[in-house]
């Protein structure tokens, strides 16, 4: 009878050699299982090396997959760089990641979170026409210029607030406007240069008991670096009723960029009060501008307050035929390239119909008629408006952004790149407008990653993807990874902004 098949105890163990099968005697067709099928290999062990054969593109796209999936955790999570145990990663959420000793035109954006080697310039409220760029300043903050050069500058100090009378017919004076300067053709220097906007002034408020009218606060004073000072309007002088003698510093108007009114007085003991005078300083390159308020008039029935000085003429005091009048503005086109007044001295029309105030960018007047103790206006708060022809102000690098050092535990020999980069202006060429390399030695010799168009994986959030796996190290072997991109034929047309950066390595 033929033998079909060889059970268990007819072959001792050790009696069939490797020499006794042939090549090609058993194939896979032969075998219960199919070792060339993976899938059919569900339990033992499988030797190290053959792990190597798993084709390298079965893996590329979960490489991919897993370093993108570190960026999304680590930007969720809010994090800075961190470090895996064959990867390192890095956001950009800080610069702790980056060598600043070795990069070089890198500007990191901490806004948007990114580095370019783009200095643009930036602060306060930005506007364009024709072909002007404008950054106003209506509050306190930082002037960056991205690039030194000429740049022209209107800035007004804070208004001075209003006097306060006693009663009605007792006047407080104006307030005066913020000294005013002008400047064109300036040369800025680069980097940040602190603004400080000067607060408007309070407003005096009269009392009853003791019977006394209150000055107004002088405004503050709105400060370009260490460059120029636009001094604050002074405040308007008061009147208390009833005393004949009060010390003259309760009843004039304060000194400042333009001066306060001085304060009407019902005693024919003061028939004049005088008001504040302007102290607004000069400096080079720029022009100053600021006027004296308006002297108070009294006679022995009520008092006419004085209205504050603007910046563009003094302020005038009551007479028997006019009310006192603020004194005008001055117009200024920096901000639009349209004329805007700035600096209109505080008004003060004392009748018995009631009081008419104008603040504007200056002083303010009493608020109301038709009873004692009303309080002064608030002055009005400074501004700096600073203007340039657009892209004088920004410079356009190329930009080298190399890593800090991450250690290994052994010396790999091959690089894998995850990075994401948008555009900020124009649209950059991978490989063409971006290079990137690898180090394992700290940046002392380089390995290219070669990457190209055909490395883009897409596009997610306005951010392209650009990926590269399994680049064997040419350069110097090590265990010190650095990364280094590079972006190239950078301009005004051309600016490239890198946001996330994945060196892994084996």
């Not at 019977?211 to 503050?220: H, I, S």
């Not at 035929?321 to 390239?337: D, I, K």
């Not at 091959?414 to 700290?442: H, M, P, Q, R, W």
């Amino acid at each position: 009878m033929t033998l079909t098949k060889v059970v268990g105890g007819v072959i001792a163990d050790g009696t069939i050699a490797s020499v006794d099968i042939t090549d090609s005697t058993i194939t896979n067709a032969k075998m219960a299982v199919d070792p060339s099928n993976a899938s059919n290999l569900s339990s033992g062990d499988v030797p190290l090396a053959q792990l190597g054969n798993v084709p390298d593109p079965d893996l590329t796209a979960q490489k991919g997959d897993i370093a993108l999936l570190a960026f999304k955790t680590q930007a969720n999570g809010n994090l800075a760089r961190y470090n895996l145990v064959d990867q390192s990663v890095d956001a950009f959420e800080d610069a702790t990641g980056i060598s600043a000793a070795d990069s070089t035109n890198e500007v990191r954006d901490s806004a948007g979170k990114y580095y370019s080697g783009a200095a643009v310039a930036s602060g306060g409220t930005v506007t364009s026409y024709s072909t002007y760029t404008v950054h106003t300043f209506t509050a306190s903050g930082t002037y960056s210029a991205g690039s030194g050069g000429s740049i022209d500058v209107m800035m007004i100090g804070g208004g001075g607030g209003a006097g306060s009378g006693q009663q009605s017919w007792w006047g407080g004076g104006g307030g005066g406007a913020g000294g005013m300067i002008e400047g064109t053709a300036y040369t800025i220097a680069t980097g940040d240069h602190t603004i400080t906007i000067g607060a408007g002034g309070a407003g005096g408020v009269a009392t009853n008991s003791p019977n006394a009218g209150a000055k107004g606060t002088p405004g503050g004073d709105t400060i370009l670096g260490s460059i120029a000072t636009a001094k604050g309007g002074g405040g308007g002088g008061y009147t208390v009723a009833g005393i004949g003698s009060q010390p003259a510093e309760w009843t004039w108007g304060l000194d400042g960029g333009s001066g306060g009114g001085g304060a009407g007085d019902e005693n024919t003991g003061y028939a004049t009060t005088p008001s504040g005078a302007s102290t607004q300083a000069s400096f080079p390159g720029f022009t100053s501008y600021g006027f004296a308020g308006g002297g108070g008039v009294g006679n022995s029935n009520n008092g006419g307050a004085g209205g504050g000085g603007g910046a563009g003429g003094a302020g005038t005091g009551p007479s028997t035929t006019a009310a006192s009048q603020g004194g005008p503005g001055r117009a200024n086109s920096l901000q639009t390239g349209v004329n805007i007044t700035y600096g209109n001295g505080g008004n003060i029309k004392e009748d018995t119909s009631g009081i008419t105030a104008n603040r504007g960018h200056g002083g303010g007047g009493n608020i109301t008629s038709g009873g004692p103790y009303n309080p002064g206006f608030v002055g009005s708060s400074g501004v700096v408006v600073i203007r340039y022809t657009t892209g004088t102000m920004s410079v356009y690098n190329n930009m080298t952004l190399e890593s800090n050092t991450t250690t290994t535990a052994t010396a790999p020999t091959k690089g894998d790149l995850v990075f994401t980069y948008s555009n900020g202006a124009g649209t950059a060429v991978v490989g063409t407008n971006i290079t990137a390399e690898y180090s394992a030695d700290a940046g002392s010799t380089w390995t290219d990653f070669g990457i190209a168009a055909g490395d883009v994986q897409g596009t997610t959030g306005g951010h392209t993807i650009v990926t590269k796996n399994n680049v064997s190290l040419t350069s110097t072997s090590g265990t010190n990874m650095r990364y280094r991109i590079k972006t190239l034929v950078q301009s005004v047309s051309l600016a490239t902004r890198i946001h996330a950066v994945s060196l892994g390595w084996s």
